[in-house]
Nanobody
Framework: QVQLVESGGGLVQPGESLKLSCATS????????MGWYRQTPGNQREWVAS???????AYADSVKGRFAISRDNAGDRMYLQMNSLKPEDTAVYYC?????????WGQGTQVTVSS
């Protein structure tokens, strides 16, 4: 089993930055398919960014150029650096990982972008 715990959310103004962290209960090197997702009330959870063990990354068009995903392969954390935040980035952000062919999700952290 794997536990994932997100942190770093909060309330910021448009144009500001936040860095989310996802702590894992196992060495992150053992966890594949890691990524960040977000969800707003009444909508489906949407993919934001992914990173593989080798470091290759992918981003949704809506965040490309503003967000950066990273992972500490020597430790137990994944990150999402979010810059130039917009009100439409407001959502609950979740981290996801795959361990032994099973998906695991964190409980989510709220990000609110508002003036």
């Amino acid at each position: 089993q794997v536990q994932l715990v997100e942190s770093g959310g909060g309330l910021v103004q448009p144009g500001e930055s936040l860095k989310l962290s996802c702590a894992t209960s196992r060495s992150i090197a053992a966890i594949t398919g890691m990524g960040w997702y977000r969800q707003t009330p009444g909508n489906q959870r949407e993919w934001v960014a992914s990173i593989v063990i080798g470091g290759a990354t992918a981003y949704a068009d809506s965040v490309k150029g503003r967000f950066a995903i990273s992972r500490d392969n020597a430790g137990d954390r994944m990150y999402l650096q979010m810059n130039s935040l917009k009100p439409e980035d407001t959502a609950v952000y979740y981290c996801k990982g795959v361990f032994r062919n099973r998906e695991y999700w964190g409980q989510g952290t709220q990000v609110t972008v508002s003036s």
